[in-house]
């Protein structure tokens, strides 16, 4: 469920970033959610190995090449996925830091303090 979660929360940031940058574009919503998943992916597998690869250059940048890493995730993905468009560097520089942003704010609010404020009931046999 969590992880469905923080799909949506994801899908949600795309989806509000291709209406603020005017430089990406989802062709339909399946691109959208695909995006999503392949973005948490990259995130979770692709980027660790970046960073540790990136220690001096992030070192020297007080942390700021972070930002670059995260922008190339999003490019990485816009050019794995048809339908995902985006179309330059700093278009994807700025929406990720916005998509970033976002989840953590959407994040924080449905996981605070280990309980979710919508609460979805267990099936229990049938509803008639």
């Known amino acids: 469920m969590e ?7 994801t899908a949600l ?3 509000l970033a ?3 940058f005017h430089g990406i574009s989802f ?8 995006s999503a998943l392949l973005l948490g992916f990259a995130n979770a597998v692709i980027r660790p190995m970046v960073i540790v690869l990136t220690i001096p250059l992030t070192l020297i ?5 972070l930002l670059v890493i995260n922008a190339l995730m999003m490019l990485l ?5 048809p339908g995902f468009k985006i179309s330059g560097f700093w ?6 830091i916005f998509v970033t942003l976002l989840s953590l704010f959407v994040g924080t609010l449905i996981f605070q303090s ?7 009931p267990a099936q229990q046999g049938v509803m008639i």
């Open 77 to 81: 993905v816009s050019s794995l996925v």
């Open 91 to 96: 278009t994807a520089f700025f929406a990720s």
């Open 27 to 34: 062709t339909s919503k399946k691109s959208l959610f695909v």
């Open 18 to 20: 291709g209406f603020i």
């Open 114 to 120: 280990g309980e979710y404020p919508i609460s979805i």
């Open 13 to 15: 940031s795309l989806w």
């Open 3 to 9: 992880f469905m979660a923080h799909w949506g929360i």
């Open 61 to 65: 940048t007080f942390g700021f090449f």
